[in-house]
């Protein structure tokens, strides 16, 4: 039986996201899958927030409607916080930031690194209602991963990490991806259809069948 290869495209700040991840790494484990982490950030700076979204206001409105869908397909409802990120003192976070945090992890310590930074940023920006667009809260949420701080922060503003950032994009564009979360089987090309776990499981197993 081959090894699947998965690639899965994500946003810190997508939630539907937030739904897949725990769920990917149930399956990863049981079926012992590669998974290459895509960062492919929908809006990458606060000028592009607004070429998206308009006002600020009218970001948050929205996309907190969209936090609606999400935590009533979610397997755990109660961690989206949607109040709490209403009534936030800061706009709508961008991902660019939380983007080089999770290629600086995967730089330091590979893609479990990766996968671990990824989840931290989404619990802070989700469940905690943190600005993940904000360098030292990034930081601190590295710090709480164990990482060194200067480190960190050096890896971070390297120009090497906005490359790794916008390489992930250039494959994403060669991919066809145009929204997140994707996954597609390297081994297939067969692209995953997000669902609840067991939807997913029926779904690698088929793919393994093809591999075989």
Partial sequence: MSRLTIDFF????CGWCFNLSPRMR???EEFDLDIRHRTFVLQAS????AQRWG?????RKTI??????????????ELFNIEG?????????????????????ETIGGPSCHWDMFDRLQTAHITEA???????????LAVSLGHDRTAFSRRLGNPATARDVEQDRR?????????VPTLIVQNTGARLVNGPTEDLRAQLRAAIRLTA
């Fill in 10 to 13: 994500h946003d810190v700040v």
């Fill in 26 to 28: 149930r399956l990863a």
């Fill in 46 to 49: 606060p000028a592009e927030m």
């Fill in 55 to 59: 006002t600020p206001a009218n970001a």
């Fill in 64 to 77: 907190l409607d969209h936090w609606e869908m999400c935590r009533s397909a979610s397997d755990t409802p």
């Fill in 85 to 105: 990120m209403r009534q936030a003192r800061f706009d709508y976070p961008h991902g660019m930031v939380a983007a080089l945090a999770c290629k600086t992890a």
């Fill in 130 to 140: 943190r600005n993940i667009a904000d360098r030292e809260v990034v930081l601190d």
């Fill in 171 to 179: 494959y994403a564009r060669r991919r066809q991806v145009h929204a």
